[in-house]
């Protein structure tokens, strides 16, 4: 039974900061690569944040660059997202995948099912 449960998510005014965290489980999470998504209202899925499989390699949409930090901690089958500097604009519901792809600019999301997300709200 695969599980990724995200959480972390909450209230933080612009410019503050929070920490999403997402438990893994029922998989070798230390196989995959991994990435952080997230759905504002009205609008399509997208991937913010990728790492590699050890860690070694990580990148970033465009909008979060130099603000989002991508991590993980293979020991502990965790996966965290350390957001800075947060915009109205990074409000979303937030959730993590495994991901899959011929490099790591063309991934794809693994599981079909997705976790329940975190809500990430910014506003003052």
């Known amino acids: 039974q695969v599980q990724l449960v995200e959480s972390g998510g909450g209230l933080a005014q612009p410019g503050q900061s929070l920490r999403l965290s997402c438990s893994i489980s029922?998989?070798?999470?230390?196989?995959?690569?991994m990435s952080w998504y997230r759905q504002a209202p009205g609008k399509e899925r997208e991937l913010v944040a990728f790492?590699?499989?050890?860690?070694?390699?990580?990148r970033y949409a465009d909008s979060v660059k130099g603000r989002f930090t991508i991590s993980r901690d293979n020991s502990k089958n965790t996966l965290s997202l350390q957001m800075n500097s947060l915009e109205s604009e990074d409000t979303a519901v937030y959730y993590c995948?495994?991901?899959?792809?011929?490099?790591?600019?063309?991934?794809?999301?693994?599981?079909?099912?997705w976790g329940p997300g975190t809500q990430v709200t910014v506003s003052s």
């Open positions: 995948n495994a991901v899959f792809g011929p490099d790591d600019r063309n991934v794809r999301p693994y599981f079909k099912s």
């Open positions: 029922g998989f070798d999470f230390s196989s995959s690569a």
């Open positions: 790492i590699s499989m050890h860690g070694g390699r990580t």
